[in-house]
Structures are given as structure tokens and as C-alpha cells.
């Protein structure tokens, strides 16, 4: 294969057997697809400026992506267990699910649209709000074991509430009660807790 810089258009190569970037263009002015393949870094991955698409793949650590992200980025059905070095602003939706993290550290401090952290290791969403400061749409969080404080979701910019399907009966109820109180601000905060201690939920906003 031949080097060749820049890519006008999209540029599509899912469902291969690509390990690495190597010969890849530098800049892509389209939608960048490599889904089902066999990365294991993003180390020399194009510059895009629109939306990534890396979901099935070997992906283990966020190092070589770029720091802001013009669409969505997908990068789900890896082998990530941290957020450090993800970029810090993303106009559209973040799809982390299916892979190993447990901790909020190093997110985005913007995502435009909603956020996808189904079948991760989330034990709360406590202190979320401190590294996610702005978020135009909900949060998706089934199958995580999730016990503790989620309270802080409605501390986040522009949350939108979150989404209800595959949560156990539980933490659903919990959920429900948060969404009535979304953009609502500081006495939508105090107003849920006590709607959760009412009814016995407390561990959701401690």
C-alpha cells in the first residue's frame, strides 16, 4: 500500500482484519468507519471532521484520538477500561458500551447529544458532573452495577433525563423520579432527593 494524505469525502473500511493506521490518510473530510476490524491502538488514526465510528475492535486506551470530535463517535465493543485521553468535546453522542470502564475520570468535558455507557463496570455516577459539564441529550447506563448515587446526572448541563430500558425494577423507579426533575436546576436537585427518600431510595442520591 501506498501513503496518500487527505480524504475529501467519507472514508470507509469496517468489517476487515486491520490491526493498525499504518499507510493511512492523515485528515478525513467525511464520516470515518472502521468498525469490525482488529485495532488495538489509535496511535497515527486520520484526523476527521466528522463523525468515528470504531465499535468492534481490540481498542484499549483512548492515546492517538483527536481532541475534538465534529459528529458522533462510536467506539463501543472494545477493550477500554478508562476514559484518560478521551477527547474533550463531542458535537453529537458518545458510545462507550460494552467495554470495562468504571470511572468518570478523564471524559468529556462536552457531548452534544446523549451518552451510551450500557454493559460497562459503573458502580454510581457520582461526581459525573465534575468531568462532563455539558450534555445535550440522556444517559443510557443498562447493565452496569450500578448501586449507588446518580443524584449528580441532574448537576450536568443541559441533561436531558435518562433512558429507562433493560434497568432493574430499582434503579428504574429511581430514574423515573430523576426525569420528573430534569432542567429544573438547584431545587430540582433538592426536590428529587427528597422524592427518592420518600421512597426509600436514598442510595441513588447519597
Request: proline residues 4%; negative net charge.
Amino acid at each position: 500500500p501506498f501513503p496518500f494524505g487527505t480524504v475529501k469525502e467519507a472514508f470507509i473500511i469496517n468489517d476487515n482484519l486491520l490491526t493498525n493506521f499504518k499507510n493511512f490518510p492523515t485528515n478525513v473530510g467525511g464520516d470515518f468507519d472502521a468498525n469490525n476490524n482488529k485495532f488495538t491502538s489509535l496511535e497515527g488514526m486520520p484526523q476527521c471532521k466528522s463523525g468515528i465510528d470504531l465499535s468492534m475492535n481490540e481498542i484499549g486506551s483512548f492515546e492517538g484520538i483527536q481532541e475534538t470530535i465534529y459528529s458522533h463517535l462510536l467506539i463501543d465493543h472494545n477493550l477500554l477500561a478508562s476514559l484518560k485521553g478521551a477527547p474533550k468535546s463531542i458535537a453529537k453522542s458518545f458510545m462507550i458500551s460494552n467495554n470495562q470502564i468504571s470511572s468518570f475520570d478523564g471524559a468529556p468535558e462536552t457531548i452534544g447529544l446523549s451518552l451510551y455507557i450500557g454493559h460497562n463496570k459503573f458502580t454510581s455516577l457520582k461526581g459525573i458532573h465534575n468531568h462532563i459539564k455539558k450534555l445535550g441529550g440522556k444517559i443510557a447506563m443498562a447493565h452496569n452495577p450500578i448501586s449507588g448515587s446518580i443524584i449528580d446526572a441532574l448537576r450536568i448541563e443541559g441533561f436531558k433525563g435518562f433512558y429507562l430500558t433493560n434497568l432493574d425494577p430499582k434503579l428504574e423507579e429511581a430514574c423515573k423520579i430523576i426525569n420528573k426533575h430534569v432542567g429544573k436546576g438547584r431545587s430540582g436537585v433538592l426536590d428529587a432527593i427528597e422524592e427518592l427518600v420518600e421512597h426509600d431510595l436514598e442510595q441513588y442520591c447519597e
